[in-house]
């Protein structure tokens, strides 16, 4: 079975930064877009950055852009999210995957789980 780890999340103050780190076990990680995705209470899972797989193309959400860095090293199946400048609406469950349609994860990790609070 795929296996996918978080880990990095904190709970923080606005202004302060993280950062998220992301392994899994994927063979075909090199071969691929991966993503981070994060859920806000109460709000549907969504893609907020997104790197190719030889790691020079990027993209963000426009929520985030100028204040997360997506990276990865493909070498060791891992993945960060450097995030700066952090807000409250920040606050979710971050995850990482497969740029895919929803449909096509099957698998989650658990996630990583930031606080953004004064």
């Known amino acids: 079975q795929l296996r996918i780890v978080e880990s990095g999340g904190a709970l923080v103050q606005p202004g302060q930064s993280l950062r998220l780190s992301c392994v899994t076990s994927a063979s075909d990680f090199s071969s691929y877009s991966w993503g981070w995705y994060r859920q806000s209470p109460g709000k549907q899972r969504v893609l907020i950055a997104l790197?190719?797989?030889?790691?020079?193309?990027?993209n963000y959400e426009t929520d985030v852009r100028g204040r997360f860095t997506i990276s990865r090293n493909n070498a060791n199946n891992t993945m960060w999210l450097q995030m700066s400048d952090l807000k409250p609406e920040d606050t979710a469950v971050y995850y990482c995957?497969?740029?895919?349609?929803?449909?096509?994860?099957?698998?989650w990790g658990q996630g990583t789980q930031v606080i953004v609070s004064s």
């Open positions: 790197i190719h797989r030889n790691g020079e193309n990027k």
């Open positions: 995957n497969y740029h895919a349609d929803f449909d096509r994860l099957q698998y």
